[in-house]
């Protein structure tokens, strides 16, 4: 296999494994909208990092969907920052909100955070959301996306989304 065949083999799996949030809503517009509303429901979400020898970190985080990125800000030198700089997997999980309701689901959010150092990228960003300066941020590619949710007081229901994969739907009594 040639340095350039094992390259486009290798691009081409990446693009099967992971998606901005463009892709994912092109594939799954239904979905896409239920996650977009759940996280627009309220201002502080949970994210997971990993920290330098493995063990997991959840720490509170507001998130953004512009311009066909889910987009990660965050305060210079926060830990979750510096997790994320030194291994970008990472999980988000909607604020379920108050009470035992979680009207929508739960939805979760698993992938790739990428630093942006792009200086009109970063611009463009602090012109929409105003971010407190400096910061960090981040763009991500999606590797999973699962909603899960009660119907008909009958029957759970789990919804699993994964790039070049279609849609999963479960369902348990």
Known sequence: MTANTAANTAANAAARTAANWAAFVGAEPDLAK???????????HVLATLRKDGSPRTTGLEVRFLGGELWLGMMPGSLKALDLNRDPRFALQANPGPGTEMGGGDVRISGRAIGVEDGEAKAAYSKEVEPPEPF???????????RTYVEDDKYLVVQVWKPGEPLRTIKRT
């Open 34 to 44: 239920t996650v977009e509303e759940r996280f627009g429901a309220f201002t502080h």
């Open 136 to 146: 960090h941020l981040f763009r991500t590619e999606l590797t999973e996306v699962v």
